[in-house]
C-alpha cells in the first residue's frame, strides 16, 4: 500500500482513514495467524512469573510491528510484547498494540480474545481496530477530535447490562452496581470495549488495574460513539505515559456513566 509523505497527512479524521485501513489490514493478518498456530499447536508459558504468553502473541507481535511501522515510520510503538523505551514519549503519533488481549482465552478456546490495535495523537485515542479472529468480527473506527459530545440518553433509569471480566464474574469480583444492573462476563477488555460500542452492552466496568494496550483502541471506537471513557473513579484517561497504567475503568453513556460514578463516589465516603 502507497501511504503518502507525513506532511500530506495532518491529523485529522479523514486522513486517518488510511492509518485505518493499515491497521485493519495488519490485524486481519495476525488474527489468521494467531487461529492457524492455535489449530496447529503452540507453546506457551508465563512471563514474570504470572501472566500467560504464547508463541501467537510474539508472532502477532512481529507480524503487526512490521505493517504498522513499515507503513508510519515515524510513529512510536508501545506493545505488550515489546520493550518499551522512553522514545515514544517525544512522539506526536504513538501505535498503542496487544497482539493478543486474552490469551488465556484464547489458549482455552473461548472465543472471546482479540488483536488490539490502537493510535493515540497528543495523548487521546484516535483510531482503534479491535478483532477477533474466532468469530470473525472486525470492529474499527477514526475517532474525530473533538469526540462526539457525550450527552445523557434519559435512559439511565432502567436495567442494563454490564460486560466485565471472565474472572471477576466467576469469582465474584465484580464492583457493585446500583440499580438493575445484570452481568456478562466477557474475557478480553478490549472484546469488550468493542461490543459496548456496538451496543451489545451498556457498560464497562472493572476495579482491576490494566495496561494501556488493553484499552487504546476500546477507548477509540467507544470515544467515536460519544460514550464516556474513564477510569473507575470516573478521571479522564490521557495516554502514552511514562508508566501506561489505567486505574480501572468505567465506560458507558453519558448519564449512565455519571449515575454509576455518583455511586462508586458515595462508597468511597
Known sequence: MEIAPREQRPHSGAVLEQELEVAIEAARRAGGEVARMREEGLRYGRKGGYELVSEADIHAAEVLHEALTGAFPDDGWLSEEHRDTAERLDRERVWVVDPIDGTREYLQGHPEYAISVGLVVEGRPALGVVHNPATDEMHAAVCPDPAPEAVPSG????????????????????????????????????????????????????????????????????????LVFSDVVGQPIEFNQPRPVVRGLLVAEAGLHARISEYFRRMAR
Do not use: I
Open 155 to 226: 435512559e439511565q433509569e432502567g436495567d442494563y447490562l454490564a460486560l466485565v471480566g471472565r474472572g471477576e464474574d466467576m469469582l465474584g469480583e465484580v464492583p457493585p452496581l446500583p440499580g438493575q444492573a445484570r452481568t456478562r462476563g466477557v474475557g478480553s477488555v478490549a472484546y469488550r470495549l468493542a461490543l459496548v460500542a456496538a451496543g451489545r452492552g451498556d457498560v464497562v466496568v472493572t476495579w482491576y488495574a490494566r495496561q494501556e494496550w488493553d484499552v487504546a483502541a476500546g477507548a477509540a471506537l467507544c470515544l467515536a460513539k460519544g
